[in-house]
């Protein structure tokens, strides 16, 4: 008997094939009886079902909101040391919202720039790099001469 060694592939169809030696006696020769090829029903096993964790769902990098944050840079002189801004804290994450511009530094930055203006709803992210905890935020707004904001303007859907 011989079988096709493709069987195993898909949409194969495997034939067996008989040969029966036929012998001649006076000559000592075999003579191969080739039979009619009948096809074989070929039973493949399902694969073995895995079970695998369910694909995690995150947006398209495109639907991504990513927040617009930028620095300003605030100098205090002997005419202006204020800042002028009213805040509210938020302890976590550490950040300082931004509830009104008054007369101030800020004010002034606001006048001259023409990208990057400080609004209502930004939030300060970080003062002079720090960003651990809210009221060390607000220690280097009230001590520092010169007070780099990080603010982090959320972003309007």
Request: net charge negative; glycine share 4%; with cysteine.
């Amino acid at each position: 008997m011989l079988a096709c060694c493709c069987a195993g592939d898909t949409g194969a169809v495997e034939y067996e094939v008989d040969f029966e030696p036929k012998k001649d006696v006076e000559n000592h020769t075999a003579q191969v009886i080739e039979e009619p090829a009948r096809p074989v029903e070929v039973k493949e096993e399902p694969p073995a079902l895995k079970e695998e964790e369910p694909p995690i769902a995150e947006p398209p990098i495109s639907k991504v909101k990513v927040p617009f944050e930028f620095d300003v840079i605030l100098v205090r002189t002997p005419d202006v040391k204020k800042l002028g801004v009213n805040t509210v804290a938020h302890p976590d994450p550490p950040a300082i919202s931004i509830t009104a511009v008054l007369d101030g530094l800020l004010d002034e930055w606001n006048k001259k720039e023409t990208e990057n203006r400080v609004e209502v709803g930004d939030r300060i992210i970080a003062v002079n790099d720090e960003k651990s905890t809210v009221e060390r935020m607000y220690d280097a707004m009230a001590l520092a001469t010169t007070v780099r904001l990080r603010i982090s303007r959320p972003v309007k859907e």
